[in-house]
């Protein structure tokens, strides 16, 4: 019998739907139950492509004994981390200070007062290597409840307290000058794996922000060092398992220094990022493997990820039935030499060196990650484009991982960012309608009369929660793209809805610090606030790059001085942990730069000369330079206005720090006035 979870919009809830265990979702009805009830919450908090909240699942959720136990004691809450970041936010903090560590599935007791008292992760069902069976720990809290009350709301009190005493430093009154970037640059060199590309150790995770940083540090600078750390890297990463090598796109990270063989999940953040990063990377070195995975990835955005409604799926798990019932992982994706040998015959040895496969093995149970060992050019190029083919249309018919199909306006606004670019880089118009088409599925289902954003949807209707500061910021970022690779000025007119309301219910009017959640959102235990870029640009990084650019657009005096007020935390952030705010670092380049408001006029872009400049002007490495094109003194965008013909002829105006350089008609002229 289905509980209550039955008709969330979130697939990860919807796992939980047939539990015994009797969840509630978070809202005020849950905490009121416990109230009533006088038993503590226990919640969980997950993520649908997460590999051990499934075995948490299968091993205690689906057990009869568990649930009951659950039920009787306790009232619990089933979240989706991705739909409701704040929530998680909040809860991890209060996991870390507590033991030092955290990640999912999150284990969290409360008081009906919602205030956390026992933490914990991933819980065995039997006790192992030091931890206790989750059974244990229910009945511990169960008992402690019962007879040490006082004892437990006073813990809970004070970590509530602790938290709310966690003031963050807002950093610099100033944004990050010369001297802050070059000390990020130095501490990056410090870390950097100079032999194997990328950042630390195991596990290791594709730096896409921090190589958007070097690269448009190169750009604004020379640095050869910032190039070749950039370069290497996704080389490193490109040739590497964490590398889709037959289907495109890229893994979440490697559990291992080499990129060699990654936890498998796949998810549209990461591939948006790192397929824009590519596509910059072409545009800064003219790379042919750069190219060719910004390609593949954005085709494999298409290929798995579009929604019929027109939006991308947030993932596709690590598991999936290895073909004998068993859900495994990886195994959608791994390769023995015998499976080379039934799809391949004779080109299965070509097909394991190039790849790779050993008889060994380089994964579990012999079977390995395909990689390019080897790196490329090295093997007759049409026979490995046969073997690639037939290996990817035989992986077709095994049992497909997993998708999560919620779309997320802020993961979706990083993939309309990438297609935009990398459709007009590459011309390829079908990738730049698939960036339009997530775009129309935004505005017509995600933001309502007020511009307020609802943070995620399923099947064509939108969930309960609201937006929170990565939405905005995110999604005006991807409609700047878009308004700059289109000449569609309305993309620039609902960026600047979204960013005004950036402004008016997420901004701190005394500081200019950013929250990650609206001055009228729920209130929670604290309200959450984090400018450090993880797995995704922060909230505050992205909004202080997209008022930034809505700033060179408009001419905008307070979304400019909004962004450099943000940034003041970079400076503080960037010398002293560079791999942890590397948006916030290339938003800083940006500023440094400009940035550069390039306006190319024409009667139409689909005209040859006009479409040459507009093209030249998009492929300029000058760091966040914007972009507007259309007719001369078009309404479509403010940089339009008193900007005609020069003789009759299309051009470009180049604009820098309230100076023009005279217009030009020669592409060759623009080109080098964007990389100066």
């Known amino acids: 019998?289905?509980?209550?979870?039955?008709h969330a919009t979130s697939p990860y809830l919807l796992q939980h739907a047939d539990n015994p265990v009797d969840w509630w979702s978070w809202e005020a009805a849950a905490f009121e139950e416990a109230r009533q009830r006088n038993v503590p919450v226990f919640l969980s908090v997950g993520y649908s492509a997460c590999h051990w909240c499934h075995v948490m699942a299968h091993e205690s959720f689906e057990d009869e004994a568990t649930a009951a136990f659950m039920n009787e004691h306790f009232v619990s809450v089933k979240v989706d981390r991705e739909e409701r970041p704040d929530v998680d936010a909040v809860y991890m903090e209060a996991v870390q200070a507590a033991t030092g560590q955290g990640g999912w599935p999150m284990s969290v007791f409360l008081t009906p007062d919602a205030e956390p008292f026992y933490f914990g992760t991933y819980f065995p069902p039997a006790p192992r290597s030091g931890m206790p069976s989750f059974r244990q720990v229910l009945e511990g809290v169960r008992q402690a409840w019962a007879e040490r009350r006082d004892e437990v709301t006073e813990v809970a009190g004070k970590i509530v307290r602790d938290l709310a005493e966690r003031e963050i430093d807002h950093g610099s009154a100033r944004p990050p000058g010369e001297q802050e970037q070059a000390q990020a640059l130095l501490g990056l060199t410090r870390e950097y794996d100079p032999r194997r590309g990328g950042f630390g150790g195991a596990p290791k995770f594709p730096p896409s922000m921090v190589i958007e940083f070097l690269l448009r540090h190169h750009a604004r600078?020379?640095?050869?060092?910032?190039?070749?750390?950039?370069?290497?890297?996704?080389?490193?990463?490109?040739?590497?398992?964490?590398?889709?090598?037959?289907?495109?796109?890229?893994?979440?990270?490697?559990?291992?220094?080499?990129?060699?063989?990654?936890?498998?999940?796949?998810?549209?953040?990461?591939?948006?990022?790192l397929c824009r990063v590519h596509a910059?990377?072409?545009?800064?070195?003219?790379?042919?493997?750069?190219?060719?995975?910004?390609?593949e990835t954005a085709d494999f955005m298409v290929r798995e990820l579009a929604t019929a409604e027109g939006g991308f799926a947030s993932a596709l798990d690590a598991d999936s039935d290895d073909g004998s019932g068993r859900h495994v992982e990886g195994a959608y994706y791994v390769w023995t030499p015998e499976q080379l040998r039934?799809?391949?015959?004779?080109?299965?040895?070509?097909?394991?060196?190039?790849f790779g496969v050993t008889e060994e093995g380089t994964f579990e149970e012999g079977r390995s990650v395909l990689q390019l060992p080897q790196g490329e050019g090295v093997v007759d190029a049409e026979r490995i484009a046969s073997v690639r083919e037939r290996l990817f249309r035989a992986r077709q018919d095994r049992p497909a991982p997993g998708r999560d199909d919620k779309v997320v306006a802020s993961w979706n606004g990083l993939a309309i960012a990438a297609l935009a670019e990398t459709g007009a880089y590459f011309d390829r118009p079908d990738l730049v309608e698939a960036a339009v088409a997530a775009a129309d599925l935004l505005v017509r289902l995600h933001l309502d009369d007020r511009a307020r954003l609802v943070r995620t949807s399923r099947d064509g209707r939108a969930g309960g929660n609201a937006g929170v500061l990565e939405d905005y910021a995110d999604v005006a970022e991807g409609f700047l793209a878009l308004a700059s690779v289109t000449g569609e000025g309305v993309w620039l007119d609902f960026a600047g809805l979204l960013l005004d309301q950036v402004l008016a219910r997420f901004t701190d009017p005394d500081s200019g610090a950013l929250y990650d959640t609206a001055a009228d959102a729920e209130r929670l235990i604290r309200r959450p606030q984090d400018p450090t870029d993880n797995a995704t640009p922060a909230g505050w990084t992205a909004a202080a790059g997209a008022l930034l650019s809505y700033a060179a657009h408009t001419g905008s005096a307070p979304h400019r001085t909004a962004a450099e007020r943000a940034l003041g935390v970079v400076a503080t952030l960037g010398p002293r942990v560079p791999r942890f705010i590397g948006w916030g670092l290339a938003v800083a380049e940006a500023l440094l730069d400009g940035p550069r408001e390039i306006a190319v006029v024409g009667p139409d872009l689909a005209d040859g000369a006009t479409g040459t400049l507009h093209r030249t002007a998009l492929l300029g490495t000058a760091p966040g330079a914007v972009v507007a094109a259309g007719a001369p003194d078009g309404d479509e965008f403010p940089l339009l206005a008193d900007r005609p013909l020069v003789a009759g002829a299309p051009a470009a105006y180049v604009c820098r720090n309230f100076t023009c350089d005279a217009p030009t008609t020669d592409p060759e002229r623009l080109r080098t006035a964007l990389s100066s």
Not at 280 to 295: N, P
């Open 1 to 6: 019998m289905a509980n209550r979870l039955a």
């Open 221 to 273: 600078t020379g640095s050869e060092g910032a190039l070749q750390m950039a370069q290497d890297t996704c080389e490193r990463m490109a040739r590497g398992g964490i590398y889709d090598q037959l289907g495109g796109g890229f893994a979440r990270y490697s559990v291992d220094r080499d990129w060699t063989v990654p936890h498998f999940e796949k998810m549209l953040y990461d591939n948006a990022l």
């Open 280 to 295: 910059h990377l072409w545009r800064s070195t003219g790379s042919e493997q750069a190219r060719r995975v910004a390609l």
């Open 342 to 354: 039934d799809v391949l015959g004779d080109d299965a040895p070509l097909a394991a060196q190039h």
